[in-house]
């Protein structure tokens, strides 16, 4: 497996072309799926992996792991495609699954023979501890009727202590390695943040919120800023997360989360109607059934 995504990020290729590649051939995702995860249109996906499929084959390029000296190129790449189908696994764009175990388990198998490949790398000892922080949640994840249950909402007592623990690990590794952590460190950090805290209540929002300024800075994409706008709303008050999300709007228009996080922050200051738009817009955008589901019953409030 490991192979086939180096291959599929070799630096003949595009970083976008690589990524959409490998999800289609190894991750096993639809074009679709790919297309949401880079909020772009379908058919700009399919020519890119077809392009992406020509170019390989015209080039001839060798099935292998490369050589730790030709490694470094490729690496973002391959970083960021493992932690594509981990996200895939971990919260489905689409159908009538909120997750698929399998791929999420497949993402962190891969990362760990990643650490063991590059074991000096401290962004991908901190893309595992990541994966592992957020896997630890699964079994909390789901309501009784499958369901998804919101970070805040989760029984704790149900988060997989044993990869807590791993993923902690990997973070302090990770955090050895480097004195200017990269982005998938600081998401780690971010991650164990959560771990720490017993109750939802007991949670360090204002530590939170810090590094994802610092991960705004390293990572400036708008998805990265409405997350820091939801750590801002929870550390200082709706209002300035709100003053965030309003600055996405063009950017995450057709992005459900958008409006899902504005209706959230609409609710908390107390005005209603708004709120419940804004729950509709992303019940409208959402493609996952079951997160369709929650968001219809919010907007019925």
Known sequence: MLRLIFIACHPVLSREASVALTLRMIGGLT?????????????TIGQRISRAKRTLG????PFEVPPPEDRAARLDAVLETIYLIFNEGYAATAGGDWMRPALATEAVRLGRMLAGLAPAEAEVHGLVALMELHAS???????PAGEPVPLLEQDRTRWDQDLVRDGFAALLRAQRDT???GPYVLQAAIAATHAQAR???DTDWRRI?????ILVRRTPTPVVELNRAVAVAMAFGPARGLAIVDQL???????HLLPAVRGDLLRRLGREDEARAEFARAAALARNTRER???LARAAM
Do not use: S
């Not at 919120?209 to 300024?213: I, N, P, R, S």
């Open 31 to 43: 074009t679709a799926e790919i297309a949401r995860a880079f909020l772009v249109p379908e058919p």
């Open 58 to 61: 015209e080039r001839r390029i």
């Open 137 to 143: 949640r699964m079994a909390a994840r789901l309501g």
């Open 179 to 181: 004195t200017e952590p």
């Open 199 to 201: 109750r939802a209540e």
């Open 209 to 213: 919120a810090g590094l994802y300024e």
């Open 249 to 255: 709007r063009a950017p995450l228009r057709d992005y």
């Open 293 to 295: 589901d929650v968001l």
